[in-house]
């Protein structure tokens, strides 16, 4: 098992309404990061999280945002949901952003 | 931008036989990581390349860095059916914000 734990699994959701995703992380792992996977495609990189503070973010607009809280957890918030926000939403953390990273096993969000 | 290209996109291959997979960048890497996720799965880490020339052997599985460092390679000898899956290179731009290529799905016939 890689420690890290997302709920929920599986999630529909309307056009337009907002969503929130979560990661549980092994204690100590003080580095968390988000990645959208769409169908067929490679994980893309969302944000990531260092010590509770956004340490760095890609190409996606500021209706995706994000939390991390001092018992490791980690929260993924979409804002005015699209219809391609449809995707495999992946989180992985580890202790200090080095080495290879353990992935969560994913929530499945579809967007009708 | 800082992509990775990954070729080819899907594989099929009988048991038995090998494949590889290709990662190539325009520019310089400072590391490169790979990654297995199998069909509905999440992705795996499999290993973390760092130093120019660099090969590392797990079982199976050869993977190797470019002397330029802009190219990766993946290669199973005798594939097995548990191989199925899609194999993914990930530059890693700093602090394991990473930057995936496409896959290459594997297929593999009994």
Request: hydrophobic share 30%.
């Amino acid at each position: 098992e890689t420690g890290v734990t997302q709920s929920p699994t599986h999630l529909i959701k309307t056009r337009g309404q907002q969503v929130t995703l979560r990661c549980s992380s092994q204690s100590g792992h003080n580095t968390v990061s988000w990645y959208q996977q769409a169908l067929g495609q490679g994980p893309q990189f969302i944000f990531q999280y260092y010590r509770e503070e956004e340490n760095g973010r890609g190409n996606f607009p500021p209706r995706f945002s994000g939390l991390q809280f001092p018992n490791y957890s980690s929260e993924l918030n979409v804002n005015a949901l699209e219809l391609d926000d449809s995707a495999l939403y992946l989180c992985a953390s580890s202790f200090d952003p080095v080495g290879g990273y353990p992935f969560g096993s994913g929530t499945r969000l579809t967007v009708v | 931008g800082q992509q990775v290209m990954q070729i080819p996109q899907y594989q099929h291959v009988q048991e038995g036989e090998d494949f590889t997979t290709y990662c190539n960048s325009s520019t310089t890497l400072s590391n490169i990581q790979w990654y297995k996720q199998r069909p509905g799965g999440h992705p795996v880490f499999l290993i973390q390349l760092v130093k120019s020339g660099e090969v590392k052997k797990q079982k199976r599985l050869t993977f190797q860095f470019g002397e330029a460092k802009k190219n990766s390679s993946l290669h199973i000898t005798a594939t097995q059916t548990t191989d199925v899956g899609t194999y993914f290179c990930a530059r890693n731009n700093a602090g394991n914000m990473l930057t995936f290529g496409g896959g290459t799905r594997l297929m593999v016939k009994p």
